[in-house]
């Protein structure tokens, strides 16, 4: 008899157990993978909330599109949170929709 090898029963056994470990590990990746995104939406607002005010103190005082904003080097082009969300300037307010 060859003992140098895995018997069938013996791999099965070993895939049911990975299986069953992927099914309870799968669920909490996913959940805080929504929550990391969240944050880092949450992140983003306020770096370009800051970068909004920096521009209001150089500008005297005017409050800037986002556009304005990607033009005078402030924040980067094509400004999106993690979870896909637009970022918007209303009224000097930095909102995601």
Same mark, same amino acid.
């Given at each position: 008899?060859?003992?140098? %090898?895995?018997?069938l029963?013996?791999?099965?056994i @070993? &895939?049911?157990?990975i299986?069953?470990?992927?099914?309870? *590990?799968?669920p909490n990746i996913?959940?805080?993978?929504q929550?990391i995104?969240?944050?880092?939406?949450? %992140?983003l607002k306020?770096m370009?909330?800051?970068? @909004? &005010?920096?521009?209001?103190l150089?500008h005297?005082?005017? *409050?800037?599109s986002?556009?304005?904003?990607?033009?005078e080097g402030?924040?980067?082009k094509?400004?999106t949170?993690?979870?896909g969300?637009a970022?918007?300037?209303?009224n000097?307010?930095?909102?995601?929709?």
């Open positions: 008899m060859n003992d140098k %090898g895995f018997t029963l013996e791999m099965l @070993v &895939m049911l157990v299986s069953i470990l992927l099914l309870i *590990t799968i996913t959940r805080h993978h929550a995104q969240a944050k880092g939406c949450e %992140g306020s370009v909330s800051t970068q @909004v &005010m920096a521009y209001e150089e005297d005082g005017k *409050t800037p986002l556009a304005e904003l990607e033009k402030y924040v980067k094509g400004l949170c993690p979870n969300k970022i918007v300037i209303q000097g307010n930095v909102k995601h929709e």
